[in-house]
């Protein structure tokens, strides 16, 4: 398991008070996350959201195909999901493992336009091979994905947006690397039991409010 990391997300401790304007500061809460941060985490149309689209509480999961981790998280997500009818999940495509991880999330991130996000966003965690292009393909002819328009859309401006914001969300607040979950004012990263990440999302919402 990899080394667990809590990240308070603020700017004054990520260095980006040069980038983003100041903020008036809750006295309970020491290192608010900008709110401009805050919305292209949460708020970006690019990307996949699970669970409830009005919840209460957003969750972002920033993850790669090809990460054993992330892949060990997939039932524990789908556990959390459907143990928390108000909790909305936003996906961060980071493609981190090489040109596998990048094929991988085009692939998966096309996917929304056919309506299968979340059965190949599945199956492709469950793989046991690694992710690369002819393994990807088979689990998408598999699910009764249109190959053909997979591929176009792989190359959708909509795709680059977001894997290119990806990285420059993580490498803004220093991420560590995959998974990392975040919620509220703050990030975890690592695998996680079902009762961590339940405990992230609460503190998230006594932080919000």
Not at 85 to 100: A, K, N, S, T
Not at 104 to 121: C, E, I
Not at 173 to 191: S, W
């Amino acid at each position: 398991m990899p080394t667990r990391r809590h990240i308070l997300i603020s700017g004054a401790a990520l260095g980006m008070g040069a980038a983003m304007p100041a903020f008036a500061r809750d006295a309970d809460r020491p290192n608010p996350m900008p709110e401009e941060l805050r919305k292209a985490l949460e708020r970006d149309p690019t990307s996949p959201v699970l669970g409830n689209p009005d919840g209460d509480i957003t969750l972002t999961e920033f993850f790669d195909y090809n990460c054993p981790f992330c892949r060990k998280m997939v039932g524990t997500m789908q556990k959390l999901i459907s143990s928390d009818p108000q909790l909305r999940v936003v996906y961060r495509e980071w493609p981190v493992f090489g040109e596998g991880s990048v094929f991988a999330a085009r692939a998966s991130l096309a996917s929304l336009d056919q309506g299968k996000y979340w059965q190949f966003h599945a199956a492709l965690l469950g793989m046991k091979d690694r992710a690369v292009e002819a393994t990807v393909m088979r689990v998408a002819r598999k699910i009764g994905l249109d190959e053909e328009k997979l591929r176009a859309d792989m190359n959708s401006p909509r795709v680059e947006e977001h894997i290119q914001m990806s990285g420059n969300l993580a490498e803004h607040m220093g991420l560590m690397g995959t998974p990392t979950f975040i919620a509220g004012d703050e990030g975890v990263f690592g695998e996680m039991s079902l009762k961590e990440i339940q405990g992230l999302v609460a503190r998230g919402r006594t932080t919000l409010g």
